[in-house]
């Protein structure tokens, strides 16, 4: 045992080299608000921990992994059946991805209905969209990884939507396939979009989102400051640490208990290894989080007016996206007031289409 | 310049003239029986490739006066005898240079073939009732093999033959059977044909032909089958049977296979009440006791490939993976079809090799999949102990908060 004394040296050496006493200063400051909507304020710190495991799975899983069209097929069944716990790590990192998509999504509209992206935010409602685009780019890059009938044939039906777009569209699909086929060179594309440059640009990204966070600190729903206001009784809090980091420490508990139970009782699929060659199979359709789009270009008849309705359809997200991510700047008016009904109304539309027509495109 | 108007005129009815077929023109407006064949002709081959009425039945299209249009001077042939047709037809389908013009892949022997038929060869001796070209390919709206409605067409053959065949009046005078075609519907060459619409199954012309439609000799039995069955041949011309059918007199696969009610064969032909072996065989002779050791293998196999497909299946469907299990189960399948196809060597040899090695496969397929089962269950329990981990720590940090958040001094 060391002695007290040799302790508090320690101590006080670590924290000379690192400022600890500073940073247990500001934690014992930091608060957090509460009121009956706090439990929103976890999801953003869930899907950040999906993403760390994301992170840890994916490296484990890099050790196996073979970015070939002759051995990526192989490399995953043998992660899936030989690897010691590879199929745990292997199921993980895809339900990882998927939950992670999930509370992404949920963590955006909590934001969107608690009105958390008004003035000083915008720019951390930006970095969040921003975040989100990368999040579906990796669900994107990385189905096509194993290599198999489904995933090679809904990355060909997602480049060449890309390339209908005009102008930039037929370059795009060709510099995402590397050539004009879904082929070995898209796969190695995409395992470097996977690995390399979108975990670096999440990574940054991310840092920019949780500074921004810690700049701002956390956002408290203008109902509850008018009620608190009117009342003329502070917001409760509670100190970030621990309280809420212990809250916060079992949410990730249970996120990995979803996680553990999905992963056990439903292993990802392998699926049968893709054949160029072969015709594409009747129901291909992509992942749940693009499956509103997918269902919205199905609907469209080919041709609406002069226009392709392909094109039409892409012209139609991209508006929305670019329409979305401005939420902060048309959500206020010209006296910096927030326009809660005009944004909760945008809110509700936007999650009614996303739920109806995922469903849709799952069940049609 | 009135001069060249003339010509032009001129030139302009000539060529009218010469792309009239007044033949279609007036049998069209005509009724019955006799607009018929008018009505047809506009979905005849002939017809798409510019052939009229008078290039069979001679006489002059050019002309709207019947008189001269079916004046004999003019070539005028009228209805064509049956037994005349299949020269007429030849006129021009055994012409390889003209025939060439229109398909160059067009076979010209037909008629060579026909006349060596039962059918040419009755025609030849003035039999009219005997099948001719018009029977089997229909008349004025002949159409090619190939489309789905002309009465040749693969999958519409065995009608075709039987409109004749079947017909018990007509065959009456040549004292053959006619249920050949009630037969066939029972086969398993019509379950192909009709059902799974796989027009290389064999049907009427597959074994007897069709220019040179021949019923096949006791000989020639082995051959004909042969000619899909390649390797079922094989093994019979090899095996102890076929010097004994041969001297007896008896056609080869026929004997236990039928003729045109070819069942779909199973080990049940090889012992018991169906045996086909029993037909010549005693139950208590070698050869009988062959068979159903031939029987007890290949249900062996089957019995033990259904179990451990069955085991894949449950553990594919609990979510494991066992595809290269799976993989490996086609062989044993495989080695299921190699030994169904070594009974044809009659050496009961032959057929245990096959069973023993997807025996084998089946085995160690079913091990793979009790094996993931069992990690399924591992799985299950490594779960239910990770998620009792969970709960345990999430109720220690939940009695963590509510100790930091005890109210100072209170209760």
Known sequence: ?364 | MRRALAVAAAAGWLLEAAARDTCLECHAVLEGALQRPAVLYKADVHARHGFGCAACHGGDPSTDDPKLSMSPARGFRGKIARTAIAKLCAHCHSDASLMHKYNPRQRVDQYAQYVTSVHGQRIAQGDAAAATCTDCHSVHDIRNVKDSRAPVHPLRLPETCAHCHADAQRMARYGIPTDQFAKYRRSVHWEALAERGDLSAPSCASCHGNHGATPPGVASVTAVCGTCHVLLEELFNKSPHQPVFASMGMAGCIVCHGNHEVMRPSPAMLAGEKSVCAQCHDPDSSGAKAGAEMARLINQLRASLERSSAMLERAARSGMEVSEAQIRQQEAQEALVKARVAVHAFRLEAVREPVEAGLKITAESYRAGVAALEERNRRRIGLAVSLVTILVTMTGLWMAIRAIEKPVGGS
């Open chain 1, 1 to 364: 045992m060391l002695s007290v004394e040799t302790r508090q040296r320690a101590a006080s050496w670590l924290d000379e080299r690192l400022g600890l006493t500073a940073i247990g200063e500001f934690l014992r400051h930091k608060a957090v608000p509460v009121h009956s909507a706090t439990i929103w304020y976890y999801f953003g710190g869930i899907t950040l921990f999906l993403f760390v495991i994301q992170v840890l799975t994916g490296i484990l899983l890099l050790l196996y992994y073979r970015p070939t069209p002759t051995e990526a097929f192989e490399s995953v069944q043998f992660i899936m059946t030989r690897v010691e716990f590879g199929w745990l790590v292997r199921s993980i990192h895809s339900w990882a991805a998927n939950l992670m998509i999930l509370t992404a999504f949920i963590h955006m509209f909590s934001v969107v209905f608690l009105h958390a992206y008004r003035r000083p935010r915008e720019l951390t409602w930006l970095s969040g969209i921003v975040l989100l685009g990368l999040a579906l780019a990796f669900g994107f890059s990385g189905y096509l990884l194993p290599w198999n009938t489904v995933a090679y044939f809904a990355t060909k039906v997602g480049t060449d939507i890309a390339a209908s777009l005009p102008g930039i569209g037929p370059p795009l699909a060709r510099f995402l396939r590397g050539g004009d086929e879904v082929g070995g060179a898209t796969l190695t594309r995409f395992f470097g979009f996977h690995v390399a440059v979108l975990p670096g640009l999440t990574t940054l990204v991310l840092l920019v989102h949780l500074a921004l966070v810690q700049k701002h600190g956390i956002s408290v729903p203008p109902k509850v400051e008018q009620e608190s206001r009117r009342r003329g009784v502070p917001i409760p809090q509670m100190p970030f640490f621990p309280n809420f980091f212990l809250r916060e420490l079992m949410a990730w508990y249970g996120a990995l208990g979803v996680l553990g139970s999905l992963a056990a009782i439903f292993p990802w699929e392998l699926g049968v290894k893709a054949d160029p060659f072969a015709p594409a199979p009747a129901g291909i359709r992509p992942e749940w989080y693009f499956l509103a789009e997918f269902y919205t270009l199905k609907l469209l008849p080919s041709h609406v007016w002069i226009f392709e309705g392909e094109l039409l359809a892409l012209i139609g997200f991209t508006l929305l996206a670019v329409f979305w991510a401005l939420l902060p700047f048309w959500a206020t008016n010209r006296q910096g007031e927030i326009r809660t009904r005009l944004v909760t109304g945008a809110g509700v539309a936007l999650l009614a289409y996303l739920s109806t027509f995922s469903a849709l495109g799952y069940w049609r």
